[in-house]
């Protein structure tokens, strides 16, 4: 199946943009058209820029350099407010609802003021137009909060929609979608590109978007790789052009761990607000990676295993219950949580290294309630040596270590525990620079080798291809897929990720010596 | 918006159950007299606390009112002196309404273009007048003009004209605000501000707006300030707090986007008369001080009824599950 044949002008033209984050180059000279009547795809792998192109397209990011036309005027002032003059609709993956006003105030917002009926008729028009949506099972008056995900998603596309935009962008717009309704929506969207909207269309989901997509572009690391006609490229072809990452990063060896298959951490029938239900277990000795597209639940369910999301379902680990009502229960039976989020929520970034390390255990460093400062520095020393940080002094305040060293402090402070048993890793390399990687790859293996269980959450497939020795991959809040050691690569979990060997929603990861 | 009425309403009942009370003790409290020094009594926390609600309204506040009503005091010392007559007024008052209008675009530009919280920003601005005031009279001084103290406190019966006007200005600021629009955007500003920017809303005009007219309200309550002293005194406004606390007993919120400009005035309203109402009981006003700060606190526990409700509710049902789900599980897996 494809979309509408016959496209117009140019709606939305970007014309060499570059943007850099830091010492992140974003993007790279981009250049995407869309014209009316058409449905552009954007594919890449999490990271490659996409969301940052639909920032600078939508007026929500500055670029460096680089120009954006809508509807043939080029935005001079980087504004979304601007943007929408011109005539582009967005709906974004994470929403612009007001989520404690009414369904019929938020649709009342989103509209411009020809559209707008009195204030008084709110309630009837927003009726009108989401009965003109097929969203008749949201009620208007209904607090935005108070809807699915589903109907959030829905909602968001219906808003863009209500600016009657000349192009609309659309931002993983099925990633809280069923199959039925991902049909209501695709069939919307045809049908806005036959009344001559330009539709872009980003999707980590391949055969979803080719399904309606004329022409599809794809991004690598920020740089375009060339815009291809849809019906004439194959999926292979595609996932090609995505992955191949020119980074060379080193990984420790596997070792062999033949005869240990004994169960640490058992995950059954976990479920919460945004993934679920998952059966999961890890074995003693093993690394087990967590793929997927951003916001697919892979987060909530790692930070459910730590106590930090509420969710229903039952873990056990090395036997017995896990409490996951609080990361205190959690700790308790020995599951820790790194987290991805390291300014905020791993370390005290004022405090020094010293007092990072140790924060934990100071009821073990002390005697008759006093800490001794001696045998604190002797209790972080071994491990900060071994984990390589570096750093001017023990003193030194924290944040300023380099991103890799902070990791490593944080990591330090796990280990500093003896009573850990299964380390759950988000992101662990995220803002960490190659050399620092590599020494933190080497402690993970080494703790598995000594019998830890270890879960990673990583949104590189490089990386988890690199370091794990069994890789989920979860969509839509379920694990849809498990990959095994002797298949890993970048190249397969990208396409268990980007849908094109799909095998349904079969229950995996649990089957192997699940605990009887 | 059925909730919405609840701080209006509450704030109504606790008003006409603290009068009844006092009425049946202490005849003198219904009289025309009393009544008309309670409402005119009111005025300058009434004004104050609307603008103080319109911060509110976008998530910051301001704690500068106090200060800045003190500086008009002390303006009209000098611009609206007996001596000055007829037209020669009108720049006089203009001063003090310009006094007020060069403070809000302060507070704004320092909050919006430098990005500053508004605690601090405005605390600044507290400062500054506070200081200028004491510049411009170190000690009372300067009668104010006792013409325009007359015209101010003028009155239909008992009720001063000037609070007849204050209440149709709340009752249309809060259609302003709930049936209209722009009120309706102003308040997604003080929700969510990224979302209202997506949706093409300009924050910075609702911040600007908001604090110009916090600003101007406090200045408006400066003149009848300057009507109850009428003299130039450097150190007379302390509705700073008092502002903040009638704006959130009448329904705004600390996190911004929530509130109601007639449930603000009734409970400015209701304040006064706790403040009016203890001396009739040989109390000492100190008590009143006490009593508010445990009323605010009882207030917010029962505006946040609801959602205590809701949250109770959920932990309950959550527990349900997880009991309905260990019993459905099969036998010897724990």
């Known amino acids: 199946m494809s979309g509408p044949g016959a496209t117009g002008g140019v709606v939305l033209r970007v014309r060499g943009v570059s943007k850099a984050f830091g010492a992140v180059q974003a993007l790279r000279d981009v250049n995407v058209d869309c014209c009316a009547g058409e449905v552009h795809a954007l594919v890449g792998e999490n990271g490659s820029g996409k969301s940052t192109l639909l920032g600078v397209a939508s007026g929500a990011v500055a670029p460096d350099q680089g120009t954006v036309e809508i ?59 989401l009965g003109q949506f097929n969203l008749d099972d949201i009620a208007a008056s209904a607090p935005a909060g108070s809807l699915s995900l589903a109907q959030r998603q829905l909602l968001e596309v219906a808003k863009a929609l209500l600016t009657r935009p000349k192009v609309l962008l659309l931002d993983e717009p099925t990633t809280a979608l069923g ?48 815009t291809f006609e849809a019906a004439s490229v194959a999926e292979e072809q595609l996932v090609a052009l995505m992955i191949g990452r020119s980074l060379q990063l080193a990984f420790p060896e596997r070792g062999l761990r033949g005869s240990q298959q004994e169960v640490l951490l058992a995950v059954s029938g976990l479920r919460g607000e945004r993934f679920g239900p998952v059966d999961m277990c890890v074995h003693k000795g093993e690394i087990v990676g967590i793929a997927g597209a951003e916001g697919n639940g892979q987060l909530q369910f790692l930070r459910a295993l730590a106590g930090l999301e509420q969710a229903a379902g039952s873990v056990t680990c090395a036997g017995a219950k896990v409490d996951t009502r609080s990361p205190f229960g959690a700790m308790r039976a020995g599951v820790v949580l790194l987290s991805g989020d390291r300014k905020r929520e791993a370390l005290f970034p004022v405090l020094s290294v010293r007092a990072n390390t140790t924060v934990q255990v100071l009821r073990q460093l002390a005697r008759f309630g006093v800490v001794g400062r001696g045998r604190e520095l002797r209790a972080m020393e071994e491990l900060v040596g071994r984990l390589r940080v570096r750093m001017g002094s023990a003193e030194q305040p924290v944040q300023s270590l380099s991103g890799g060293n902070q990791q490593k402090v944080s990591l330090a402070r796990s280990l500093l525990r003896g009573d850990v048993k299964v380390i759950l890793a988000e992101e662990p390399t995220q803002g960490v ?39 989920l991959v979860m969509s839509r809040g379920r694990t849809v897929q498990e990959i095994p050691a002797h298949e890993l690569g970048e190249r397969r979990i990208v396409e268990a990720i980007v849908g094109s060997r799909a095998v349904g929603t079969a229950a995996v990861g649990a089957a192997p010596g699940r605990p009887a | 918006m059925k909730r919405g009425w609840l701080p209006p309403g509450l704030m109504a009942v606790l008003i006409v159950a603290l009068g009844a009370y006092t009425a049946a003790r202490q005849p003198a409290f219904l009289s025309a007299d009393n009544l008309n020094s309670l409402l005119l009594e009111a005025m ?56 007020g209008l060069a403070t809000g675009a302060f507070n704004a530009t320092l909050i919006w273009v430098f990005r500053m919280p508004s605690i601090i920003a405005t605390l600044g601005a507290l400062s500054i ?73 300009s924050a910075g005009r609702a911040v600007f707006l908001a604090f110009i007219v916090c600003s101007l309200m406090a200045s408006i309550g400066g003149f009848y300030l300057a009507a109850e002293v009428q003299i130039g005194s450097p150190i007379i406004g ?12 009448g329904g705004a919120s600390l996190a911004g986007g929530k509130g109601s400009f007639i449930g603000t005035l009734l409970a400015a309203l209701f304040l006064t008369e706790v403040d009016n109402v203890l001396p009739l009981f040989q109390q000492p006003t100190e008590y009143a001080d006490m009593t508010i700060g445990v009323l605010i606190l009882l207030a917010l526990v029962l505006y946040q009824a609801p959602e205590l409700l ?21 036998a010897g897996q724990d």
């Open chain 1, 71 to 129: 509807g043939g005027c080029q935005l001079r002032r980087h504004l979304p407010a601007e943007a929408r003059r011109l005539g582009l609709g967005i709906a974004y993956q994470d929403f612009s609802h007001l989520l404690e006003l009414s369904v019929a105030e938020n649709l009342y917002l989103a509209a411009p003021s020809q559209s707008r009926p009195a204030y008084g008729r709110m309630g009837a028009w927003a009726k009108t137009v």
């Open chain 2, 44 to 99: 300058p926390l009434a004004l104050v606390s609307l603008g103080q609600a319109s911060a509110l309204l976008v998530g910051g506040f301001d704690v500068s009112v106090a200060a800045l009503m003190t500086m008009c005091v002390v303006t009209a010392s000098f611009t609206m002196t007996p001596t000055t007559t007829g037209l020669a007024l009108v720049p006089g008052a203009l001063a003090l309404v310009g006094v």
């Open chain 1, 179 to 226: 199959p039925e309704a991902v049909e209501q929506l695709h069939a919307l969207v045809l049908a806005q590109a036959r009344a001559g909207v330009g539709v872009v269309y980003v999707s980590h989901r391949l055969p979803e978007v080719l399904a309606v997509a004329n022409r599809v572009t794809v991004l690598r690391d920020g740089v375009s790789q060339g």
């Open chain 2, 129 to 201: 007048l506070q200081g200028a005031s004491l510049v411009f009279r170190a000690y009372p001084a300067g009668p104010i003009n006792s013409a325009v103290v007359g015209a101010m406190t003028a009155g239909a019966g008992f009720v001063p004209v000037a609070f007849i006007g204050t209440v149709v200005l709340a009752i249309a600021a809060d259609l302003w605000l709930y049936r209209t629009r722009p009120g309706l955007a102003l308040r997604a500003v003080g929700l969510d501000g990224t979302s209202s920017r997506r949706l093409g809303i």
């Open chain 2, 310 to 330: 809701a949250r109770s509710r959920a932990a309950w049902q959550a527990a349900r599950a997880k009991a309905t789900w260990r019993a459905a599980r099969p």
């Open chain 1, 433 to 471: 620079d190659v050399a620092s990687r590599f020494d933190i790859y080497q402690v993970l293996r080494a703790k598995a080798q000594e019998g830890l269980g270890v879960i990673v959450k990583s949104s590189d497939p490089l990386e988890l291809a690199g370091l794990c020795d069994r890789v």
């Open chain 2, 238 to 249: 302390n509705q700073a707090l008092e502002s903040i606390a009638a704006a959130v007993l």
